[in-house]
């Protein structure tokens, strides 16, 4: 196995995952804010659910980042952290909800639509992490919590 074939797969699991660790820790800094936007999802919750939320939430988008990117446990990492993204994407991005979709300014709706997009895009790509099998199948069972090639036991 060269470098490439190393350095590449850590390098893509770094980029998909590097923003959750700042958005954590946005959240963190800037706590009123965070709560403030628990009310205005599709489920708005108040602040004795909200609190034992936002800190799930913290807490998902510190450590399935490390797992992902260090192979260690990653598939489980993945799919928990996709189904985050979709949950997160639907309740607080719903453009489908915004009146202001075709406006010809700046609009509410098309600035949900985006980012409910990046929010799949994210999911496909822990999805892809979660479920397919980049490795030979028999080093996949030998394996079966960690996808990482750099993490792969020898043959």
């Keep these: 196995m060269n470098a490439a074939d190393l350095l590449i797969p850590f390098l893509a699991r770094l980029l998909i995952v590097v923003l959750f660790p700042f958005s954590a820790l946005e959240k963190i800094i800037f ?4 709560m403030a936007q ?5 489920l708005p919750v108040g602040p004795a659910l909200g609190r034992p939320l936002m800190l799930a939430a913290i807490a998902v988008e510190l450590v399935t980042p490390v797992c992902i990117v260090l192979g260690w446990h990653d598939r ?3 799919a928990v952290l996709a189904i985050f993204c979709l949950v997160t994407g639907v ?21 949900h639509f985006w980012d409910f997009l990046k929010n799949l895009a994210i999911v ?29 036991p020898a043959p």
């Design 91 to 111: 309740l607080y991005h719903p453009f489908w909800r915004c009146g202001d979709f075709w406006a010809p300014d700046k609009s509410e709706g098309r600035t």
């Design 76 to 78: 489980p990492a993945a």
């Design 31 to 34: 706590w009123r804010s965070a």
């Design 124 to 152: 496909g790509a822990l999805l892809l992490m979660a479920v397919a099998q980049p490795l030979p199948w028999s080093t996949v069972m030998q394996a079966p919590w960690g996808s990482a090639p750099y993490t792969a």
């Design 38 to 42: 628990t009310a205005t999802g599709l």
